[in-house]
């Protein structure tokens, strides 16, 4: 069936016969027609009578400047709305999954700790979870350069409440933590309620997202893709040259490997296609010089305006006047035990002052040789199993772990700063308590365009847009649960 036509209204919703709710959230800046394309590629393999669709609009344009917290809890009811009017003609909802495209895959998230909390899980067999060029870990830039501490003040300060939370300098509730360590607390409801899926997987742009980079939305210490002329880039068989392999993603390239990879890429540019190279360069830097400095001050301007309506938005939401009842929502323990709550709080204080967010130290070190003994007890626990009885999601799952040990241990040689990366004391614990509860992991290459964010999910129907389509055939057809 040719879906490529219909519209987001033709593919929303379900016949009383379908099972099973899927539910996409987009992310910042995002409205509902960004999900397009998922919901094509859903419906191409998903009839109305097996499959009903729910694309979130409540976060639409500017309300996603609201926060995490305020676009959960919206999402939260917008999917309780919809399993109560399925109910009311007559159908039974009896699974569900949940796409997340950027921001929106933590405010999914938040969303999915609600409903854990709230008893509605309880009542569906949770079967996907998916994210898509999520950023697990916030944005902060894990660089130490001068540019690097600018963007992270600057974007913590022009984005409302969401920016604070993405750059974790928030602190959600009473818990004295950033959001995103929050959500990543192995005895917060948000874990619990993840844990539940039955599958959890991911797609992460390699290079050219520099919206949410990889080491945040594959929750990595290490970015093994800052140098691709160092690697051989292995890819999925019959998704070639956009799905990464996540058994054996890359293979790393000795030194003269190394350097006839380089030669034989300079050979492959001919004098005029470099000459044309440096022009391209040359007007663009022109035309940012001249533009730069407008476009920030219009974008400033506008950070303000919507800051201040954002403000006032989620005073009216958190007051319930703006049509939900957040008590229901604001009641609940983030918690299960509180007695946990308090020591997590406690363990997290003393990490948190004991350490620097500038640069990977001690701290680091010491992480990295705990995550390098529980990869290696696991797989040694595997390997005890018969490699014929495993399925293909166990084989991702231990290809993932076998690649993030490799990586840390492939690094040896090199200085510390070189091998992990700068992250902040709550994002090393959030990358282990993220990873202890297993995901298929997806590096995705996008070559035809420099903003690859957009691409991974054909945000827009654009023709150099099209390896997003891959991306999207493949989880359709090789990942998604049904």
Not at 92 to 120: D, E, H, Q
Not at 167 to 194: C, E, H, N, Q, Y
Not at 433 to 457: E, F, M, P, Q, T
Request: proline share 2%.
């Amino acid at each position: 069936m040719d879906t490529s036509k219909l519209t987001l209204e033709e593919c929303s919703g379900g016949s009383l016969e379908a099972d099973h709710l899927c539910v996409l959230v987009h992310g910042l800046w995002g409205n509902p027609s960004h999900m397009l394309s998922v919901a094509q590629s859903l419906r191409a393999q998903y009839p109305r009578d097996k499959l009903h669709l729910l694309v979130a609009k409540r976060n639409s344009g500017s309300f996603t400047y609201d926060g995490i917290e305020t676009g959960g809890e919206r999402v939260c009811h917008e999917i309780e709305e919809e399993l109560e009017e399925v109910k009311s003609k007559g159908g039974k909802i009896t699974k569900i999954s949940i796409v997340g495209y950027s921001l929106g895959g933590l405010v999914a998230r938040y969303a999915i700790g609600l409903l854990f909390a709230r008893g509605v899980l309880d009542k569906l067999e949770c079967m996907n979870f998916t994210a898509f060029a999520s950023p697990f870990l916030g944005v902060r830039s894990p660089h130490g350069r001068t540019l690097s501490r600018m963007y992270n003040a600057l974007g913590a300060r022009t984005l409302s409440v969401s920016g604070q939370q993405l750059f974790g300098v928030d602190k959600l509730r009473d818990t004295g933590k950033p959001l995103v360590a929050v959500l990543a607390d192995p005895k917060s409801i948000f874990m619990s309620g993840l844990a539940r899926f039955k599958r959890r997987t991911l797609y992460a742009n390699v290079v050219n997202d520099r919206t949410a980079p990889y080491y945040t939305t594959s929750f990595s210490r290490t970015d093994p893709f800052t140098d691709l002329e160092g690697i051989k880039v292995n890819y999925v068989k019959g998704y070639e040259d956009v799905i990464l392999d996540p058994v054996d993603p890359v293979t790393y390239l000795d030194h003269e490997e190394k350097t006839k990879a380089k030669h034989a890429s300079k050979q492959r540019q001919s004098i005029g296609v470099r000459v044309k190279k440096q022009l391209r360069k040359l007007g663009l830097f022109v035309v940012f010089t001249i533009m730069i400095p407008i476009g920030v001050t219009a974008f400033l301007i506008n950070a303000a305006v919507q800051t201040i309506r954002s403000s006032r938005r989620v005073k009216l939401h958190e007051q319930g006047l703006a049509g939900i009842n957040t008590e229901n929502f604001r009641k609940l323990s983030l918690w299960k035990i509180k007695e946990i709550r308090d020591a997590v709080e406690d363990a997290y204080d003393e990490l948190n002052n004991s350490s620097s967010n500038g640069s990977a130290g001690s701290e680091s070190s010491d992480l990295e040789n705990m995550y390098d003994e529980q990869a290696k007890a696991q797989l040694e626990q595997e390997d005890d199993d018969d490699d014929d009885d495993l399925t293909a999601a166990t084989r991702r799952r231990r290809g993932s772990r076998i690649f993030d040990n490799f990586q840390r241990k492939n690094s040896r040689g090199v200085s510390q700063e070189e091998q992990t990366l700068a992250l902040a004391p709550y994002q090393f614990e959030a990358i282990k308590a993220l990873d202890s509860l297993g995901w298929n992991k997806y590096g995705v290459y996008i070559h035809n365009v420099r903003h690859s964010h957009a691409a991974i999910i054909e945000r827009m129907k654009r023709e150099d847009f099209a390896e997003g389509r891959l991306v999207l055939k493949h989880w359709t057809k090789d990942e998604f649960l049904f």
